[in-house]
């Protein structure tokens, strides 16, 4: 069966410091890839997508970056953290196929930004 | 441009009464549809989803929904709500195609289950 894993769970990490977090999904192979971020009462925000390896598509300017370096790992990074970047980050995984495949989800990640 | 309109960001409901969580959704062509819920602090479960075909859709936990393409509407409901079900739930739509997957989810409705 397919599994998803990202951490840390939690991470409190001062303004202006690098981030970096990973997502790994196994039981599958060239996922669809996904990273979320959910702010408190504002639903889910679709912030970079993959289909393939090195194949990154950014849906809303930002301060952060994706990295797929290898086909069931997905990255979220930054090299400076703003305050607004707190909040809760979900990776997800679909079927390649795409078309009716729904995405399942990670645990997330807490990001508290001092 | 798709979109999701979850009516009614808290449901507050008796224990054992009817759960209905209300989903619009706007589409440019046959609509992909789902459900997922959130526990705190944790990620999205799927509940439940619409591809083709039976336009009843049962999904875990008791929940069922109903597509009505000319509503444009995908509600959720369970006959009777166990204090288990107190959660957040977000209706989210697909396009299919060569949108990769990527859904646009609803704002989400916080379901409360009183004793």
Redo the contacts between chains.
């Keep these: 069966s397919q599994t998803i894993h990202q951490w840390p769970a939690t991470l409190v990490q001062p303004v202006g410091s690098p981030l970096s977090l990973e997502c790994t999904v196994e039981g599958t192979s060239n996922p669809n890839l996904y990273w979320y971020r959910q702010a408190a009462g504002r639903g889910l925000q679709l912030l970079f997508y993959s289909v393939g390896i090195g194949q990154i598509s950014s849906e809303v300017p930002q301060n952060l970056s994706a990295s797929r370096p290898q086909d069931r790992q997905f990255i979220l990074s930054s090299k400076k953290l703003l305050l607004s970047d707190s909040g809760f980050y979900l990776c997800a995984w679909s079927g390649g196929q795409g078309n009716g495949q729904p995405q399942h989800f990670g645990d997330g990640t807490r990001l508290s930004i001092l | 441009a798709q979109s999701v309109t979850q009516l009614g960001?808290h449901v507050s409901v008796s224990e054992g009464a009817l759960v209905l969580l209300r989903c619009n959704y706007s589409s440019s062509v046959p609509p992909?549809l789902?459900w997922?819920v959130q526990y705190p602090?944790?990620?999205?479960?799927?509940l439940l989803?619409y591809?083709?075909g039976a336009t009843l859709v049962k999904g875990i936990n008791g929940f069922e929904a109903e597509f009505k393409k000319s509503e444009t509407s995908f509600h959720l409901t369970k006959p009777s709500a166990h204090m288990s079900d107190a959660a957040e739930y977000?209706c989210a739509v697909?396009e299919?195609?060569t949108?990769?997957?990527?859904?646009t989810?609803?704002?989400?409705t916080i379901l409360t289950v009183h004793p």
């Design positions: 960001s992909y789902f997922y602090n944790q990620g999205l479960q799927l989803k591809t083709t977000f697909s299919g195609g949108s990769y997957g990527k859904l989810f609803g704002q989400g």
